[in-house]
């Protein structure tokens, strides 16, 4: 797999399909052995698509969906922090999923920073 072309987009509610997947797939990669078995298994890819579609609707929470040629390799979520937990903290990641075969390609790193940027612009969180 040739991982030297990464974009990033802001998706939209046709891509919930693909992060719910993305979503699902990083927890169980990245949780298994943590959580009971059951929370994994059970988990719903209609349910989570249901809700990245609402996700997606709302304006106001930046959302990046990172692809490495053409694949989607991971996502975060972003949105202005309600209570900053440090002086300067104006923007918070909610959420950042990457899957395990696209981790160390500075996916998340290269995205976060301007993630925060958009997330302090917007006059509402997620």
């Known amino acids: 797999m040739n991982t030297g072309h990464i974009t990033y987009q802001a998706p939209g509610v046709d ?3 693909a992060i719910a997947l993305l979503h699902l797939t ?3 990669e990245t949780y298994s052995g943590m959580i009971p078995p059951g929370i994994l298994e059970n988990a719903d890819l209609a349910d989570r698509t249901a809700r990245w579609r609402g996700y997606l609707e709302v304006t106001g929470a930046p959302t ?3 692809r490495a040629d053409g694949e989607a390799a991971g ?3 972003a949105g202005p922090v309600k209570e900053p937990v440090a002086e300067g903290a104006d923007g918070h990641i909610f959420a950042l999923y990457i899957l395990k075969r696209f981790h ?3 996916i998340g790193r290269r995205r976060g920073t301007g993630s925060t940027r958009a997330a302090r612009r917007s006059p509402s969180g997620c």
């Open 15 to 17: 891509d919930a399909a």
């Open 26 to 28: 990083s927890w169980k």
């Open 64 to 66: 990046y969906l990172a």
């Open 75 to 77: 996502f975060i979520r």
């Open 104 to 106: 160390r390609l500075g």
